[in-house]
């Protein structure tokens, strides 16, 4: 069988191959009228678009490879929508690794990207990952920009969350409602984000005159399952805390369902905040309160900073923190009891 051509669809159309190519991209120069005939012929046709005789030509792959720490997390896998929307308009396809948080993983995902030339890598980089870690070896190293976490010392483009004005107003919310022992649930010490976090949380109980004391802090996978098992701890602790901010909504949620097994109830008995802002958050009842990251725009903004990089290689790196908010609902909306 003789495979389909550019040139056949467009001596069928009568139209140049430049005008089928450009239609083919939905370039604004082609008609609508000529782009609607173009897709037809193309599809009527069976045209398999031949992407390694176009790679050779421009030494481009339309690729790029997105990073995630694990895209089961809610908050993940909306952002990775964002990306691959993002990306698709300019034609360009998303090859995901999920690492778990595993630095191997990573690094054997990053050496195939860039033996395959892909136009730029999208990071959220596991845990226990250092600035060495994306720096050239055997291939040169795609374009990389950090999404959601940041290497400390890195000089490569990032976009995060202000982790740090996060945690300091979801302490003062608490603070102002009257608690003081607060418990920190989930983040792992080796995360960039959990230490800005955790420096914020002091400071702020620091500047009410509250000790802060550590045997209330619980690192552990940002899961719900470790949030339902930090709620019997937090049941046996002496005096029990009254209110918790966590890492994430799935540490909330966790942490939610398992303070009413121990039958304390959210909102009412105890406070909790979470983090991220995930749409499940607010239909529980009462619905969790949390500190909002904007995934779409992290990821919208994530991607353009790539594509600025691989068009313009020697710019100097870029450095975006997001702004965040408070969103209040049930589960911190009033005052603590005055301790015995």
């Not at 966590?246 to 303070?259: I, K, R």
Request: with cysteine.
């Amino acid at each position: 069988m003789t495979r389909v051509t550019l040139r056949h669809i467009a001596d069928r159309l009568g139209v140049s191959t430049a005008t089928v190519s450009l239609a083919m991209r939905d370039h604004e120069r082609i008609s609508l009228k000529t782009r609607e005939r173009v897709k037809a012929a193309l599809e009527e046709s069976g045209y398999v678009y031949g992407r390694s005789a176009a790679i050779l030509r421009t030494s481009t792959t339309h690729t790029v490879g997105v990073i995630l720490n694990n895209v089961s997390d809610p908050f993940f896998s909306a952002l990775l929508a964002t990306l691959e929307d993002a990306l698709a308009k300019t034609g360009r396809t998303v090859f995901l690794c999920n690492t778990n948080e595993s630095c191997e993983r990573q690094a054997d995902f990053i050496r195939k990207m860039a033996e395959y030339n892909a136009d730029g890598i999208i990071v959220s980089p596991a845990i226990g990952s250092t600035a060495e870690h994306f720096l050239p070896r055997h291939v040169p190293m795609p374009p990389l920009v950090f999404v959601s976490r940041a290497l400390t010392g890195s000089t490569f483009d990032h976009v995060i969350n202000d982790d740090h004005e996060a945690s300091r107003l979801a302490t003062d919310r608490l603070l102002g409602l009257g608690h003081r022992r607060i418990a920190v649930v989930g983040g792992d010490p080796g995360a960039r984000p959990f230490g800005e976090r955790l420096r914020a949380h002091r400071s702020a109980l620091e500047q009410a005159s509250v000790a802060f004391d550590y045997s209330l802090v619980r690192p552990c996978l940002p899961s719900r399952i470790e949030g339902f098992a930090a709620a019997r701890w937090i049941a046996a602790l002496e005096p029990r805390p009254t209110a918790a901010i966590c890492y994430n909504d799935s540490v909330a949620l966790g942490l939610f369902h398992g303070l009413v097994q121990e039958g304390l109830s959210p909102g009412r008995d105890f406070a909790l905040i979470g983090h991220e802002d995930i749409e499940e958050a607010s239909l529980v009842s009462p619905p969790i309160s949390a500190t909002r990251v904007s995934r779409d725009e992290m990821g919208r903004r994530a991607a353009t900073l790539l594509l600025e990089r691989i068009e313009n290689p020697g710019r100097p790196p870029q450095r975006i923190v997001l702004e965040t908010e408070l969103i209040v609902r049930g589960t911190c909306g009033v005052k603590a009891d005055p301790a015995p």
